[in-house]
């Protein structure tokens, strides 16, 4: 098949919480024959070691409130190595369709002609049982809210204030910075005494966590030199193994 006969495709693939295990079986075999992955700052690099050897690797990484590639120079690698190699693995961090942009890199490769796949990742907050916190247990949690710490404009979800009000165990992704706010809006609520962990490279050999009252979250942090990547836990449950 010439370069004119191929049908361009894009993998959004997730590489799901950090423990390159953790990959779907799925996910494993897309690597296996991939031409080309873009891949982020969360997608454990032992994972490009399943791609064959002429496997073109492209980082296009954000690090945290640091350097990070433009999404626009993203969809544009996406657009050029679908067309020139017929087929790119985007590797995303995490699950793509959970506070990542996957979907946005899915509908500019339809609206470009490029046919697409997605394969699901395990996200970070499922990795929480690794240090013996269930997301839901019975007659104590019987759902999660999953909110984002630091939306679009900068400010802190609204969501998170309903939140608070249910007896839902809360995972916030992306909140290391938000720390302050979000012990602030629980202890405003007068519900700065429930329970909460961090945990920090969820699934990783470097994993570190630390548990407490929500509205010492900051000097939690502090006191166990927690930083991102992290998720904050805050709920019941987080006390279960007690």
């Known amino acids: 098949m010439n370069i004119l006969e191929r049908i361009p495709e894009l993998y959004v693939l997730g590489a799901g919480p950090g423990d390159p295990e953790l990959i779907t079986v799925k996910g494993y075999r897309i690597l296996q024959k991939a031409k080309v992955v873009l891949y982020d700052n969360l997608a454990n690099k032992e994972l490009l070691e399943l791609t064959p050897e002429d496997c073109e690797k492209i980082y296009v990484g954000k690090q945290p409130y640091g350097d990070y590639t433009p999404q626009e120079q993203i969809h544009e690698l996406i657009k050029h190595f679908a067309f020139t190699k017929g087929s790119v693995v985007r590797l995303k961090g ?56 630091t939306k679009k404009d900068g400010l802190l979800s609204a969501d998170l204030k309903l939140a608070i009000q249910s007896n839902a165990t809360v995972v916030i992704y992306m909140g290391m910075k938000k720390l302050d706010e979000i012990a602030r809006a629980y202890i405003e609520s007068g519900n700065g005494n429930i329970p909460a962990a961090i945990i920090q490279n969820a699934s990783k050999p470097n994993q570190k966590s630390a548990r407490g009252f929500v509205k010492n979250l900051p000097a939690i942090a502090e006191s166990k030199a927690l930083t991102y990547p992290a998720i904050i836990i805050i709920g019941a449950v987080t006390s279960l193994a007690n």
């Open 94 to 149: 995490g699950d793509p369709f959970i506070f990542g942009r996957g979907f946005e890199e899915i509908l500019f490769a339809r609206e470009n002609g490029i046919k697409t796949y997605f394969i699901p990742g395990i996200t970070s907050m499922q990795a929480s049982g690794s240090v013996d916190i269930p997301l839901t247990h019975r007659a104590m949690s019987e759902s999660v809210w999953m909110v984002t710490g």
